[in-house]
């Protein structure tokens, strides 16, 4: 994600009931802002 621009903001851990093989490493979250996207090359 950052190779497109993007920054990282966090990684969080929700809990499911039944949860897919590896949820235990946790869910990522990236953003990219207007003024990121406009100052982009």
């Known amino acids: ?3 497109i ?7 969080y851990y ?7 093989p590896d ?3 946790g869910e990522v979250e990236y953003e990219m802002t207007r003024t ?3 100052e982009m090359p």
């Open 1 to 3: 994600m950052r190779a």
């Open 5 to 11: 621009g993007m920054r990282y903001v966090r990684t």
């Open 14 to 20: 929700p809990q499911f009931d039944d949860p897919l």
């Open 23 to 25: 949820a235990h490493l």
């Open 36 to 38: 990121m996207w406009e």
